[in-house]
């Protein structure tokens, strides 16, 4: 089972992988009104010996076009990975997915959000003794399907609110709402016969500095 929550999942961590959940998705951000949405490296190592993967999803709050531009994609790329390294250990060749969290327009696409995703893409490809991350995509069917086409998106997931565009190359689709061990969580399903979808089952040694 692959579930994504906004709550730390650190001391749920058993319970989880005896609920059968096999990946837990948890949160960057550069800014949230909600601490417990970040993953800490604590919660990943509670994760990791519990045996369940992590997937990476960086949300500040994505909910309208004013959270999107080059200069924005530039900040949350550049945050992204530098948490994933310094704080997380995220190892190489996994996935940051970036979330667009509104049903954008196809305006809002060209001008803010295809811009965005340029620029986060050239901030997560790794460089120096920095490691390169996939580039993972969550959004509507009219998002997952333009990012997709425009070769911005290494990974899609079609959110449980997919607008009025069918999408169907998506490599995760999420499902409604739910809870599970007291915790409010979204499950997803992969595609058929995807077993690969960015997620990650070892910690790194966290590199501090700049990269």
């Not at 949300?59 to 997380?88: H, K, M, P, V």
């Not at 979808?197 to 966290?206: C, E, I, N």
Request: glycine share 12%.
């Amino acid at each position: 089972m692959i579930i994504d929550t906004g709550r730390t999942t650190r001391d749920a961590a058993g319970r989880l992988r005896d609920a059968g959940v096999s990946t837990v998705f948890r949160y960057y951000a550069r800014r949230t009104r909600l601490p417990e949405k970040r993953l800490t490296r604590p919660e990943a190592e509670a994760l990791i010996s519990a045996g369940i993967a992590i997937g990476a999803v960086f949300q500040n709050a994505g909910d309208s076009g004013d959270c999107f531009s080059a200069a924005l994609g530039e900040a949350d790329g550049a945050c992204a990975r530098d948490y994933a390294t310094a704080e997380i250990g995220q190892p190489a060749g996994s996935a940051i997915y970036f979330a667009v969290d509104y049903d954008a327009s196809d305006a809002d696409i060209a001008a803010r959000i295809l811009p965005h995703f340029e620029a986060v893409r050239r901030e997560i490809a790794g460089a120096g003794n920095r490691p390169g991350y996939r580039l993972g995509a969550y959004g509507t069917g009219r998002v997952c399907e333009a990012l997709h086409k425009a070769g911005l998106a290494d990974l899609t997931w079609l959110s449980n609110k997919p607008g009025d565009v069918a999408f169907d190359a998506w490599t995760l689709r999420q499902d409604p709402p739910d809870s599970l061990c007291g915790l409010p969580v979204d499950r997803s399903h992969p595609g058929e016969g995807i077993a690969d979808f960015g997620a990650f089952a070892r910690l790194d040694v966290p590199i501090a500095g700049p990269g």
